[in-house]
């Protein structure tokens, strides 16, 4: 089947519409139980939680630099994520508007002919990664929310030749891809972002084959977070706020059916590396959703090993 380009605007109506139907689904959801509740924010609004997520990436979208640079002391940074050959191979403007906090095609196992979905692509810097391990018979399609890094990834795509690679307008709580249509599923630092992180984890086993493969790069909470982080808009969308434990984040791919789950490795962030998103005095960050909405935290909190990036494997039956 051959590509549809669609115009944001048409995509966005058609998104919309599946959200309405999706939603009504989800309050009849029979996975509502105690676990949802501890894998979902009870303490901050749905809709909020997606305006921040989406005003944060949405300015990211439209600036040219990101974490993504040599940077070591960040949560996030090409230069300790990727090798040197990728990111070389990586079209600058992917690069560019990557905020990830881990490589997990390195552990994805992709083979010629697969096809890999990328859940939270943004730029697409996994996506093209992607598409060059699966080859012109395979396929890498990237679904992201916010319509200003699809219009960006398309274009990146358009201009240095990918044509085996695919972007979708929606969300990852409602993957728009038929049941059993991907062989491997990857994420980098996005499920954390989601309020509904077991609805995430259904829609992935959902679209997986059998024996199809999920890898993940994302944000684990080690302790409790300070009060003033968890509720705070920007903290949620900077990746840290939304975090939940290892407990919960593994519970929620075996409530969603994955077997042989396995955590490849963790980075357990220093007190700099936390500084770097969640500074203790007033002051703007780099990548800061708009509203003057900053991260705060008292003087003298001890940011040190609350929270850690994971890469984690786990298979379909």
Same mark, same amino acid.
């Given at each position: ?19 309405? =139907?999706?939603?009504?689904?989800? +309050? ?9 509740? $501890? ?10 939680? %997606?305006? &921040? =997520? %989406? ?9 040219? @630099? ?19 050959? /990728?990111? &070389?191979?990586?079209?600058? #403007? ?10 997990? @095609? ?10 890999? =979905? ?33 219009? $960006?990834?398309? $274009? ?39 309020? *509904?992180?077991?609805?995430? *984890?259904? +829609?992935? *086993? ?20 300070? #009060? ?36 490849? #490795? ?8 936390? %500084? &770097?998103?969640?500074? /203790? ?20 909190? #001890? ?7 994971? $890469? ?6």
């Amino acid at each position: 089947m051959g590509l549809v380009w669609l115009t944001i605007a048409h995509m966005e109506g058609i998104y919309r519409m599946n959200e309405l =139907v999706c939603m009504v689904i989800t +309050e009849v959801s029979p996975l509502s139980n105690d676990h949802e509740k $501890r894998v979902k924010s009870e303490d901050v609004e749905e809709s909020q939680i %997606r305006e &921040a =997520v %989406r005003k944060r990436y949405r300015a990211l979208a439209e600036q040219e @630099t990101s974490c993504c640079g040599p940077k070591v002391n960040t949560m996030c940074g090409c230069s300790t994520i990727y090798s040197d050959s /990728d990111v &070389a191979s990586l079209p600058s #403007d992917a690069a560019a508007v990557s905020a990830g906090c881990g490589n997990p @095609t390195a552990i994805a196992d992709l083979k010629s002919g697969m096809t890999v =979905v990328d859940l939270g692509s943004g730029g697409g810097i996994d996506v093209f990664l992607s598409a060059k391990k699966v080859g012109p018979t395979g396929r890498a399609i990237g679904i992201d929310a916010t319509p200003e890094m699809i219009v $960006r990834a398309r $274009r990146t795509a358009k201009e240095n030749g990918f044509d085996n690679v695919e972007f979708r307008l929606g969300e990852i709580e409602h993957i728009p891809l038929q049941d059993s249509s991907a062989d491997v599923v990857i994420s980098n630092c996005v499920i954390n972002l989601s309020p *509904f992180k077991q609805q995430v *984890f259904n +829609e992935a *086993f959902r679209i997986l084959k059998p024996g199809g493969r999920l890898a993940v790069s994302d944000i684990i909470l080690l302790r409790e977070l300070p #009060d003033e982080l968890k509720t705070n808009l920007a903290a949620w969308s900077s990746c840290v706020s939304g975090a939940v434990s290892e407990e919960d984040y593994i519970g929620g791919m075996k409530l969603a059916g994955f077997v042989n789950i396995k955590v490849q #490795d963790k980075v357990i962030y220093t007190y700099e590396q936390m %500084r &770097a998103y969640v500074p /203790d005095v007033q002051t703007s960050l780099s990548l800061a959703p708009p509203d003057n909405n900053i991260i705060k935290v008292s003087q003298g909190t #001890d940011l040190s090993n609350m929270i850690a990036s994971y $890469r984690i494997i786990a298979e379909k039956p």
